[in-house]
């Protein structure tokens, strides 16, 4: 009995040396990137390959398949997930997939394209709405510049600030001056502000008198405290007891025509004349581009000049000499001038 149990342990160890030699003669080996191997099938539920997966330096999965025996499915299955969790620590994470899925997600579906109806009537709603915005935004603008609010009185407790003149200094100050402050008299020949760069245009023709103008008014209407406005030219000041002597020199007087007032501070604007550098004749025969009434003056002495030059019977040297203009000086008021030609050549043929 004995003899015959060694030569039954004997077949037995020599029948499962045969099954390990083909075990191990149908094992493969491989290496692959850790996206490969999860996208196989070696990693799926339905497989009954067992898995051993070690990390390289260079970030792929070396790997070893081997058919195992039934009912160890489970168990390389459950084995596989530490090497998951291990590759995951190793900084692989943007390559790992899932190990159960079989194949791609599909992509989302797009989104719904608005209709053409749908979009022109919301691009029309903004384009509505902006426009509305705007008209109002502008009407509101103007009806504040055309009614700015009351303002407030005269203080006999504040000071009185007497200004001289309306050109560029005068309206500069009383753009940036608080009227809070002080009780403020402005005065001056004119009762508006002229935008002196322009007046070569007015003398030309190019624009007309009133759009180079902005009355006094405007400008003091839009300030906190009333501000006296008096068209009159200063005819004297006491600096010792503080008093100014103006006097109305329009065309239209009243039974008074001038008055003396007092004075806290008084600003000197009332500009200066033009230097003719005392050359003869200028003064006497020149026309000046200082005051509105320059530009004016000068446009109607030219039209004077061309109708007196298209009168019958006038002999050739005298349209010449009628119709001859020297511009003195090439500023900016000069080489305006100078355009009068081009200007009035059209009008001419």
């Known amino acids: 009995m004995r003899k015959i149990s060694d030569a039954e342990t004997l077949v037995k160890n020599e029948s499962e040396a045969r099954r390990g030699r083909r075990i191990s003669s149908s094992t493969t080996s491989s290496s692959t990137p850790f996206g490969e191997l999860c996208s196989s099938s070696a990693l799926s539920p339905s497989s009954d390959a067992q898995v051993s997966l070690s990390v390289a330096q260079n970030g792929h999965a070396s790997f070893t398949t081997s058919r195992p025996k039934p009912g160890q499915a489970s168990a390389i299955r459950a084995s596989a997930l530490p090497a998951l969790k ?10 790992i997939c899932d190990s159960r899925a079989h194949g791609k997600q599909p992509p989302p579906p797009p989104p719904p394209r608005a209709s053409l109806w749908k979009r022109f009537l919301q691009v029309t709603g903004g384009i509505t709405l902006v426009t509305l915005a705007s008209g109002g935004a502008l009407y509101y603008v103007a009806q504040k510049d055309r009614t700015p609010g009351p303002q407030l009185p005269h203080d006999p407790t504040k000071k009185t600030l007497v200004v001289l003149g309306s050109g560029w200094g005068a309206t500069s100050l009383l753009n940036s001056l608080d009227t809070v402050d002080y009780n403020v008299i402005v005065i001056s020949p004119k009762n508006y502000f002229l935008f002196t760069p322009l007046l070569p245009s007015v003398a030309v023709g190019t624009l007309s008198p009133r759009s180079i103008l902005q009355p006094t008014r405007y400008v003091t209407r839009h300030k906190k405290r009333q501000v006296t406005v008096i068209e009159a030219s200063a005819t004297d000041v006491d600096p010792f007891t503080k008093t100014v002597t103006f006097a109305d020199t329009s065309e239209i007087q009243g039974l ?11 600003v000197f604007a009332v500009g200066a004349e033009v230097q003719t ?17 320059d530009a004016e003056k000068m446009q109607r002495r030219f039209l004077d000049c061309l109708e007196s030059a298209a009168f019958p019977g006038q002999t050739v040297d005298e349209v010449k000499r009628l119709l001859h203009m020297v511009v003195v000086g090439g500023g900016p008021t000069g080489v305006e001038l100078r355009w009068v030609n081009t200007f009035l050549r059209p009008p001419i043929r």
């Open 86 to 95: 291990e590759m995951a620590v190793h900084g692989d994470r943007e390559r």
């Open 277 to 293: 550098f005392n050359i003869p004749g200028v003064r006497e025969h020149a026309c000046f581009m200082k005051e509105l009434e």
């Open 256 to 266: 008074v025509s001038t008055t003396t007032i007092p004075y806290d501070y008084l």
